[in-house]
C-alpha cells in the first residue's frame, strides 16, 4: 500500500472518540478468489465479439473525456448540444447494445487480476465490483506494493487511470461508475436509508447487499465518474454512510478514507 502523509489524523481520531461506523483497525479487509476463472473468458468472448473494431486509444481516451462532462453535457444550452451530439456519436461507434440476459453472459465473474464481477440487471445493465480495488490488485495495474486490503490515498485521477490500463490490459470496457449505477447496486432494491435498513448497524454493514455487494457502507468512500465520493467510510458517522450521501471533492484529492471499484459497461452508458 502507498502511504501519503496524513493531513486529517486528529480529526478522524475525534470522529472514532466521538463514535462513528468505526471500524477501528479501519477499513475491512475480505478474502477475495484468485482469477481468471472460467466464466471471465465466456464474458470476455461475448463482450469482445460486440466490439467495433473501428474503434481505437484516441477515441477512446475522447469517449472518457466526454463521459467525464456528463453533468454538462445534461444541461441545455447550445454547447451542450454539441457535446451531447458528439458523445452519442462515439457512444454509437463504441459498443451495440446488448442484454444482460443475453444466453451464456455469466452473472458472475473474476477477471484476470482476481476482481470479482456482478451483474446488474436494469435497463441498461453492468457489471460492478462485488468488493473495493485491493492494493494487490492496484499493483498488478499501476505501481505500487501489494496486500489484501482496500487500496486507499486513491486520488480520482489514479482510479481513472487504472480503469484505462485495465482496459488496455484486457481489452475490456472498465471505468469508475455513475453516481446512478452506484446507488442503484448499493441500494439493491431498497428504499431505506442503508441497505439493510433505517437504522446503522454494525453487523448489517459487515454482510454482503441484498445483490451480494460488499462494502457499500462505510468502508472506503468510493469515487464516482462525476468526481462525486459516495459510500461513506470507516471513520464517518452513520449518517455519512447513507445510500444517497454524496460529498463532492477535488479531482487530485487523497485520503486514507479514499478508495474505489469499478464497472463493467456492457451495453450503451447512462449518464448520471
Known amino acids: 500500500m502507498r502511504y501519503v502523509m496524513p493531513i486529517s489524523l486528529c480529526c478522524l481520531g475525534l470522529l472514532l472518540l466521538l463514535g462513528g461506523c468505526a471500524q477501528l483497525g479501519g477499513a475491512v479487509t475480505r478474502p477475495q478468489p484468485s482469477g481468471p476463472d472460467a466464466n471471465f473468458e465466456t464474458a470476455k468472448t461475448i463482450l469482445l465479439n460486440k466490439e467495433n473494431p473501428s474503434w481505437n486509444e484516441s477515441r477512446e481516451k475522447k469517449f472518457y473525456s466526454l463521459l467525464g462532462q456528463a453533468e454538462q453535457i445534461k444541461s441545455n444550452n447550445p454547447k451542450s448540444d454539441a457535446l451531447r451530439k458528439e458523445f452519442e456519436q462515439l457512444l454509437n461507434l463504441r459498443r451495440v447494445i446488448i442484454k444482460g440476459n443475453e444466453p451464456g453472459l455469466p452473472k458472475q465473474f473474476v477477471n484476470s487480476i482476481g476482481i470479482t464481477m456482478k451483474l446488474i440487471d436494469s435497463n441498461s445493465p453492468y457489471y460492478i465490483g462485488v468488493y473495493e480495488i485491493t492494493d494487490d490488485q492496484w499493483s498488478k495495474v499501476m505501481e ?8 486507499n490515498w486513491i486520488s480520482y485521477d489514479e482510479a481513472e487511470e487504472f480503469c484505462r490500463k485495465l482496459l ?16 442503484y447496486a448499493c441500494r439493491a432494491g431498497t428504499t431505506t436509508a442503508y441497505s439493510f ?4 448497524s454494525s453487523s448489517g454493514r459487515n454482510k454482503p447487499n441484498p445483490w ?6 462505510g468502508n472506503l468512500f468510493e469515487w464516482c465518474k462525476t468526481r462525486v465520493l459516495r459510500g461513506g467510510c470507516w471513520a464517518n458517522f452513520p449518517q455519512h454512510c447513507h445510500s444517497a ?28
Open 144 to 151: 505500487g506494493g501489494g496486500g489484501a486490503a482496500p487500496a
Open 168 to 183: 488496455g490490459k484486457e481489452g475490456l470496457t472498465y471505468s469508475l461508475p455513475t453516481e446512478t449505477q452506484w446507488e
Open 197 to 200: 435498513g433505517d437504522s446503522w
Open 212 to 217: 451480494g455487494l460488499y462494502d457499500m457502507h
Open 245 to 272: 450521501f454524496r460529498v463532492r471533492t477535488n479531482f487530485g484529492s487523497q485520503s486514507i478514507e479514499y478508495g474505489f471499484r469499478i464497472v463493467l459497461y456492457i451495453g450503451h452508458v447512462d449518464l448520471p
